[in-house]
């Protein structure tokens, strides 16, 4: 039986579109036990809450009171039964391209390592999960999935490669190695008076060892997927990454050779690489000459992918581009007091920066939708930890800024320009700029 998705909305949306009256019912019944839909396993990753707009009355929810908040993805509801979906929010009939922003984030060496470090942060796949049956034209992480693995292997070939014990059988000649092989000497060599040679299975240290013979099969999976993909730069990392194992062999991967291997923390990029390559086994077959790769029904794993991380990396990226000297403030340990955590510090212009993944931050007159975030960013500015940090002098005031996204058909020569900051006309020393983020 196909499985059915009850909640089908976009990020940071209050819907009712394609919202199951099972759901509707699930969600009144944790209202009466007073547990807030976001708390639960099954959704908190995708960011999903309910309202305050319920019925006393009715003991009812009113219409569109669910709001998905800046996550987007698919999450199990009722597991091999029905599912949620968060899409990109629409904004001027346009979508964030998240591909080409992952992508360019991957190209940033130092991106990328953030990227790398914590994966989790910005997406995660539950490969222990069963998987969800979806519509071809739906298949988003799939692209994602090869993208973060190309990623992966091209960190292990940087390192070089894990070398492993496998046994073979060889016919040696005035020597033996491991164990001999009796029957097979006596017929491949005594029979023809070839007293000289031995048959021995025996060890040897290799770079062709099933964790790469496993890793190399993938790739080439990947390479057909990616035959309908023109892109440069992704050929040309998959095409690295296959050089980088010449030596090693394909094979006719199964579900059982994950279990043979034993993970080392010397080795912790393979861990991670042989689950991404578990998926696109999953995805495109264990057979590496099977054809059938496309199908009506597709079946991904559950995931998230987290859009405000995203813009956040990509932004940084962008600055790191213009040639500011940024401090992330994410990767500085303890920073600010509370445990708060300013996205970037600029010490040069004594500037607090705020990546904000909302759209509305374009409109020309500023409202209460500004409230909270303002209140952040100026919180910030108090600090005296970080005003330590930006070197700022005695009652000296920080300037505060907020990068919005913009969204645009070519990125060719995005660039950022802090010179170009609109100032805000209520309150001082706070400013915004928009930054090109490509769309689909």
Request: proline share 2%; hydrophobic share 35%; glycine share 4%.
């Amino acid at each position: 039986m196909a499985h059915t998705c009850i909640f089908n909305a976009n990020e940071h949306d209050e819907s009712t579109i394609d919202m199951h009256e099972d759901f509707a019912s699930e969600i009144n019944r944790d209202y009466i036990k007073k547990k807030r839909l976001k708390a639960k396993q099954d959704f908190k990753y995708l960011g999903i809450n309910s309202s305050d707009r319920y019925d006393t009355q009715t003991g009812e929810f009113k219409d569109s009171v669910l709001r998905a908040n800046y996550f987007i993805g698919y999450r199990w509801f009722k597991e091999n039964e029905s599912y949620v979906h968060v899409n990109q929010k629409v904004h001027n009939n346009k979508q964030a391209d998240f591909m080409k922003m992952f992508l360019t984030c991957l190209k940033d060496s130092v991106v990328s390592k953030t990227i790398t470090d914590s994966p989790d942060k910005l997406y995660k796949i539950f490969f222990n999960d069963p998987m969800i049956e979806i519509e071809d034209e739906k298949d988003e992480i799939t692209p994602f999935l090869i993208l973060h693995f190309l990623e992966l292997v091209k960190n292990i070939t940087r390192k070089g490669l894990k070398k492993g014990y496998i046994r073979v059988t060889e016919n040696l000649t005035s020597k033996i190695k491991g164990k001999i092989l009796i029957n097979q000497t006596i017929k491949q060599n005594h029979l023809k008076n070839r007293l000289d040679k031995t048959v021995c299975n025996h060890q040897i240290f290799t770079i062709n060892c099933l964790e790469n013979q496993i890793i190399k099969t993938a790739l080439m999976q990947c390479g057909k997927y990616l035959q309908n993909i023109k892109d440069e730069t992704i050929y040309k990392t998959l095409r690295q990454n296959i050089s980088a194992f010449e030596l090693v062999d394909t094979k006719d991967v199964f579900s059982s050779d994950f279990s043979k291997i034993k993970h080392s923390p010397f080795y912790k990029e393979y861990k991670e690489a042989l689950n991404l390559a578990k998926m696109i086994f999953k995805r495109f077959g264990f057979v590496l000459n099977n054809s059938s790769t496309n199908t009506q029904v597709n079946k991904i794993p559950p995931y998230y992918i987290n859009m405000p991380e995203l813009f956040e990396r990509y932004a940084e990226v962008k600055l790191r581009e213009a040639g500011y000297d940024i401090i992330d403030g994410n990767n500085v340990g303890k920073i600010a007091h509370w445990q708060m955590k300013p996205d970037f510090l600029l010490p040069s212009e004594k500037m607090i920066i705020d990546a904000k993944y909302k759209y509305w931050f374009e409109k020309g007159k500023e409202n209460s939708e500004y409230k909270d975030d303002y209140m952040q960013l100026s919180l910030y500015g108090r600090d005296k930890l970080i005003r330590r940090k930006i070197e700022l002098v005695a009652n000296n005031e920080a300037e505060l800024l907020f990068i919005y996204p913009k969204l645009v058909d070519d990125i060719t020569n995005a660039k950022i320009d802090l010179d170009e900051k609109e100032e805000s006309k209520i309150f001082n020393n706070i400013c915004k700029i928009g930054l090109q983020i490509p769309s689909k």
